[in-house]
């Protein structure tokens, strides 16, 4: 085939509508009949790279291309801080808290005030129980010890067994008198006694237990536990 100028216009017409430049190329012989390149409107698909086309192929394309992804995609982020801030809003006042797993008890230090107590506590009591020691003892006009001191004392009575002597006693270990202000004793007329018991907020003596009679022979029942 020819090509003359009436080739190259019939050429020009078959793309028209596709669009680029044509430039004369190795395949196209050099003839006095060769037009100037033909610019068209369009777009020019270059799907055979044996058929050489002068200029950048692919040609270059302006704008944007979107790729619609599917499936599942791999993010990759870097550079974020260690600590992320958290805003968490419309929490009720107060929270239910749940802790298990506490041992029975808890160590304790330093300083732990205790407030919102009544002003008065009920303390429930059990008497002191066990086998008091008994004795009968012949007292006279001189002192002597019916009981020894005991720290550990939770009960002791002491009774006048006359029927008309009386005995005078004391439970700090000092010696009584009878009828004397100058050593205070505790006066026991006939058949009364003194006791002690070891009852919440009780006062409980824990010295010995010294006694004397207005008259030989006078019999003192004794009875403690220590």
């Known amino acids: 085939m020819v090509w003359n100028r009436a080739s190259w216009a019939a050429l020009g017409l078959m793309l028209g509508a596709v669009g ?14 060769s037009p100037a390149p033909l610019v068209v409107a369009g777009t ?6 044996a058929v050489p086309i002068s200029g950048a ?14 499936g599942t995609q791999n993010v990759a982020v870097q550079n974020f801080p260690a600590s992320q801030p958290v805003t968490v809003g419309n929490f009720p006042a107060t929270q239910q808290v749940s802790v298990s797993n506490l041992p029975a008890t808890q160590p304790v230090s330093g300083t732990v005030s205790v407030s919102n107590l009544p002003a008065t506590q009920a ?10 020691t008994t004795a009968t003892v012949s007292l006279g006009t001189t002192a002597q010890q019916v009981v020894a001191a005991g720290a550990n004392r939770s009960y002791f009575m002491v009774q006048n067994q006359s029927a008309t002597a009386d005995v005078a006693c004391t439970t700090d270990g000092t010696t009584p008198a009878i009828g004397s ?46």
Request: hydrophobic share 40%.
């Open 20 to 33: 680029g430049a044509i430039a004369q190329s190795e395949w196209m012989p050099p003839t006095g009949n």
């Open 44 to 49: 020019i698909n270059a799907s055979n790279r």
């Open 57 to 70: 192929n692919p040609l270059p394309v302006s704008g944007s291309v979107t790729s619609t992804p599917s």
């Open 123 to 132: 303390v429930t009591t059990s008497p002191a129980r066990g086998t008091a």
């Open 181 to 226: 202000t100058a050593n205070p004793s505790v006066l026991l007329k006939p058949n009364s006694l003194l006791q002690a018991s070891g009852a919440a907020g009780a006062f409980m003596p824990v010295g010995a237990v010294m006694c004397i009679a207005s008259a030989a022979s006078t019999l003192l029942h004794v009875r403690y536990v220590q």
